[in-house]
Protein backbone atom coordinates (compact mmCIF):
# COMPACT_ATOMS: atom_id res chain seq x y z
CA UNK A 1 0.00 0.00 0.00
CA UNK A 2 1.29 3.28 -0.93
CA UNK A 3 1.71 5.91 2.01
CA UNK A 4 0.63 8.91 2.34
CA UNK A 5 2.98 10.97 1.40
CA UNK A 6 3.23 8.89 -2.21
CA UNK A 7 -0.98 9.26 -2.60
CA UNK A 8 -0.03 12.87 -2.49
CA UNK A 9 2.72 12.83 -4.84
CA UNK A 10 0.77 10.74 -7.38
CA UNK A 11 -2.29 13.49 -7.49
CA UNK A 12 0.27 16.24 -7.82
CA UNK A 13 0.00 18.32 -11.10
CA UNK A 14 2.99 20.69 -12.00
CA UNK A 15 0.83 23.29 -13.69
CA UNK A 16 -1.41 23.66 -11.03
CA UNK A 17 0.68 23.97 -8.08
CA UNK A 18 2.46 26.99 -10.18
CA UNK A 19 -0.95 28.68 -9.96
CA UNK A 20 -1.08 28.16 -6.13
CA UNK A 21 2.11 29.19 -5.91
CA UNK A 22 1.01 32.70 -7.07
CA UNK A 23 -1.91 32.74 -4.13
CA UNK A 24 0.51 32.00 -1.62
CA UNK A 25 3.57 34.20 -1.59
CA UNK A 26 4.94 33.64 1.20
CA UNK A 27 4.82 29.69 0.85
CA UNK A 28 8.15 28.32 -1.63
CA UNK A 29 7.11 27.09 -4.94
CA UNK A 30 9.09 23.77 -3.80
CA UNK A 31 6.63 22.95 -0.81
CA UNK A 32 3.96 23.00 -2.87
CA UNK A 33 3.07 20.04 -4.98
CA UNK A 34 -0.47 21.18 -6.89
CA UNK A 35 -2.87 18.77 -5.53
CA UNK A 36 -6.21 20.01 -6.25
CA UNK A 37 -8.61 20.65 -3.66
CA UNK A 38 -11.59 17.79 -4.19
CA UNK A 39 -8.77 15.18 -5.21
CA UNK A 40 -7.58 16.27 -1.52
CA UNK A 41 -11.14 16.02 -0.02
CA UNK A 42 -11.22 12.66 -1.51
CA UNK A 43 -7.92 11.23 -0.35
CA UNK A 44 -8.51 12.58 3.25
CA UNK A 45 -12.41 10.16 3.16
CA UNK A 46 -10.70 7.56 1.73
CA UNK A 47 -8.48 7.12 4.35
CA UNK A 48 -9.18 5.46 7.61
CA UNK A 49 -8.72 7.75 11.14
CA UNK A 50 -7.90 4.68 13.03
CA UNK A 51 -5.33 3.46 10.54
CA UNK A 52 -1.29 3.61 12.60
CA UNK A 53 -0.12 5.59 9.66
CA UNK A 54 -2.92 8.29 9.45
CA UNK A 55 -2.48 8.92 12.96
CA UNK A 56 1.12 9.26 12.88
CA UNK A 57 0.32 11.45 10.19
CA UNK A 58 -1.69 13.57 12.62
CA UNK A 59 0.94 13.41 15.14
CA UNK A 60 4.07 14.48 13.04
CA UNK A 61 4.45 18.08 12.71
CA UNK A 62 5.25 20.08 10.67
CA UNK A 63 4.36 18.80 7.23
CA UNK A 64 6.91 19.62 4.73
CA UNK A 65 4.49 20.46 2.06
CA UNK A 66 1.33 22.97 1.63
CA UNK A 67 -0.74 19.86 0.36
CA UNK A 68 0.09 17.90 3.29
CA UNK A 69 -1.16 21.02 5.44
CA UNK A 70 -4.37 20.76 3.42
CA UNK A 71 -4.73 17.37 3.76
CA UNK A 72 -4.21 17.34 7.77
CA UNK A 73 -7.24 19.82 7.96
CA UNK A 74 -9.54 17.80 5.81
CA UNK A 75 -9.01 14.75 7.92
CA UNK A 76 -9.49 16.98 10.92
CA UNK A 77 -12.59 18.05 9.93
CA UNK A 78 -13.93 14.32 9.64
CA UNK A 79 -12.90 13.90 13.69
CA UNK A 80 -16.69 13.40 15.11
CA UNK A 81 -16.06 13.54 18.69
CA UNK A 82 -16.00 17.27 19.56
CA UNK A 83 -13.21 16.86 22.70
CA UNK A 84 -10.93 14.86 20.16
CA UNK A 85 -11.63 17.00 16.93
CA UNK A 86 -10.50 20.11 19.35
CA UNK A 87 -7.79 19.26 20.90
CA UNK A 88 -6.40 17.93 17.06
CA UNK A 89 -7.31 21.84 15.96
CA UNK A 90 -5.38 23.06 18.78
CA UNK A 91 -2.11 20.36 17.65
CA UNK A 92 -2.47 21.61 14.81
CA UNK A 93 -3.07 25.30 14.44
CA UNK A 94 0.81 26.64 15.50
CA UNK A 95 1.82 25.28 12.53
CA UNK A 96 -0.72 26.79 10.02
CA UNK A 97 1.27 29.12 7.91
CA UNK A 98 -0.77 30.17 5.35
CA UNK A 99 -4.46 31.66 4.97
CA UNK A 100 -5.85 28.57 2.44
CA UNK A 101 -4.36 26.08 5.38
CA UNK A 102 -6.69 28.01 7.73
CA UNK A 103 -9.73 28.60 6.12
CA UNK A 104 -9.99 25.32 4.88
CA UNK A 105 -10.06 23.88 8.20
CA UNK A 106 -13.88 23.61 8.86
CA UNK A 107 -14.76 20.84 10.84
CA UNK A 108 -18.30 19.24 11.08
CA UNK A 109 -18.44 18.87 14.26
CA UNK A 110 -17.89 22.31 15.43
CA UNK A 111 -21.02 23.32 13.40
CA UNK A 112 -22.97 20.94 15.42
CA UNK A 113 -21.69 21.75 18.37
CA UNK A 114 -20.40 25.96 18.30
CA UNK A 115 -21.58 26.85 21.44
CA UNK A 116 -18.82 24.86 23.26
CA UNK A 117 -15.99 26.21 21.10
CA UNK A 118 -16.61 29.82 22.93
CA UNK A 119 -13.86 29.52 25.47
CA UNK A 120 -11.32 28.26 22.59
CA UNK A 121 -12.47 31.10 20.15
CA UNK A 122 -11.56 33.27 23.22
CA UNK A 123 -8.06 32.21 23.41
CA UNK A 124 -7.36 31.76 20.05
CA UNK A 125 -8.32 35.53 19.19
CA UNK A 126 -5.33 36.37 22.05
CA UNK A 127 -3.11 34.33 20.16
CA UNK A 128 0.40 35.86 19.24
CA UNK A 129 0.18 33.29 15.70
CA UNK A 130 -1.43 35.30 13.60
CA UNK A 131 -3.01 32.42 11.46
CA UNK A 132 -4.66 31.46 15.17
CA UNK A 133 -6.43 34.60 15.18
CA UNK A 134 -7.65 34.44 11.72
CA UNK A 135 -8.89 30.72 12.29
CA UNK A 136 -10.82 32.51 15.11
CA UNK A 137 -12.52 35.23 13.69
CA UNK A 138 -13.46 32.80 11.03
CA UNK A 139 -14.92 30.51 13.18
CA UNK A 140 -16.93 33.32 14.86
CA UNK A 141 -17.95 34.39 11.21
CA UNK A 142 -19.31 31.22 10.22
CA UNK A 143 -21.18 29.95 13.48
CA UNK A 144 -22.11 33.12 15.38
CA UNK A 145 -23.30 35.62 12.62
CA UNK A 146 -27.02 34.02 12.72
CA UNK A 147 -28.68 32.71 15.34
CA UNK A 148 -26.20 32.38 17.59
CA UNK A 149 -25.12 35.95 17.43
CA UNK A 150 -24.52 37.99 20.17
CA UNK A 151 -23.00 41.78 20.26
CA UNK A 152 -19.75 40.61 22.21
CA UNK A 153 -18.67 38.60 19.53
CA UNK A 154 -18.66 41.92 17.22
CA UNK A 155 -16.38 43.77 20.19
CA UNK A 156 -14.23 40.82 20.39
CA UNK A 157 -13.26 40.94 16.70
CA UNK A 158 -13.23 44.92 16.63
CA UNK A 159 -10.76 44.86 19.37
CA UNK A 160 -7.91 43.27 17.44
CA UNK A 161 -5.25 45.02 16.46
CA UNK A 162 -2.62 43.94 14.35
CA UNK A 163 0.08 45.09 11.35
CA UNK A 164 -0.69 41.06 9.75
CA UNK A 165 -2.41 41.78 6.72
CA UNK A 166 -3.97 38.24 6.54
CA UNK A 167 -5.51 39.31 9.92
CA UNK A 168 -6.94 42.64 9.30
CA UNK A 169 -8.73 41.21 5.59
CA UNK A 170 -9.96 38.39 8.17
CA UNK A 171 -11.62 41.75 10.13
CA UNK A 172 -12.77 43.16 7.41
CA UNK A 173 -14.56 40.22 5.86
CA UNK A 174 -16.12 39.23 9.37
CA UNK A 175 -17.64 42.90 9.37
CA UNK A 176 -19.07 42.99 5.60
CA UNK A 177 -20.50 39.79 6.14
CA UNK A 178 -21.52 40.64 9.76
CA UNK A 179 -23.68 43.95 8.43
CA UNK A 180 -25.31 41.54 6.02
CA UNK A 181 -27.08 39.67 9.03
CA UNK A 182 -26.67 41.83 11.78
CA UNK A 183 -26.99 45.65 10.49
CA UNK A 184 -28.34 47.04 13.24
CA UNK A 185 -25.69 46.31 15.73
CA UNK A 186 -23.00 46.42 12.65
CA UNK A 187 -23.43 49.59 11.17
CA UNK A 188 -22.29 51.75 13.97
CA UNK A 189 -18.75 50.55 13.92
CA UNK A 190 -18.62 51.72 10.41
CA UNK A 191 -20.67 55.02 10.86
CA UNK A 192 -18.48 55.67 14.45
CA UNK A 193 -15.25 54.45 12.40
CA UNK A 194 -14.82 51.94 15.57
CA UNK A 195 -12.25 49.77 13.23
CA UNK A 196 -9.03 50.65 12.15
CA UNK A 197 -8.14 52.76 9.04
CA UNK A 198 -7.36 50.10 6.84
CA UNK A 199 -9.90 47.81 8.06
CA UNK A 200 -12.28 50.38 8.41
CA UNK A 201 -12.17 50.95 4.56
CA UNK A 202 -11.86 47.25 3.66
CA UNK A 203 -14.98 46.18 5.22
CA UNK A 204 -16.93 48.72 3.38
CA UNK A 205 -15.37 47.74 -0.17
CA UNK A 206 -16.02 44.00 0.87
CA UNK A 207 -19.67 45.47 1.91
CA UNK A 208 -20.04 47.49 -0.99
CA UNK A 209 -19.45 44.18 -3.31
CA UNK A 210 -21.85 42.37 -1.79
CA UNK A 211 -25.10 41.45 -2.92
CA UNK A 212 -26.73 40.81 0.43
CA UNK A 213 -26.26 44.28 1.64
CA UNK A 214 -28.90 46.87 0.40
CA UNK A 215 -28.43 49.84 -2.19
CA UNK A 216 -29.86 52.72 0.66
CA UNK A 217 -27.31 50.96 2.97
CA UNK A 218 -24.58 51.25 0.17
CA UNK A 219 -25.11 54.34 -0.54
CA UNK A 220 -24.81 55.20 3.31
CA UNK A 221 -21.06 52.83 2.75
CA UNK A 222 -19.97 55.50 0.26
CA UNK A 223 -20.15 58.66 2.02
CA UNK A 224 -18.04 56.89 4.91
CA UNK A 225 -15.18 55.59 2.97
CA UNK A 226 -13.14 58.93 2.92
Known amino acids: MSTILEQLHAISDPANAAFVSKLLPDTPQEQILGCRTPQLRALAKSLD ?54 DQLSPAVFRREAEQLL ?47 YINME ?30 RKTIQKAIESRRIPEETKELLRTLRK
Open 119 to 165: PAISRWLRSTHPYTVRFGIGMLMQHFLDARFQPEYAEQVAAIRSDMY
Open 49 to 102: LKNAEVCDFLHTLPHGYFDENQLHAFLIARIRPFEDCLGAVEAFLPYVDNWATC
Open 171 to 200: IAWYFATALAKQPETILPYLTERRLPEWVH
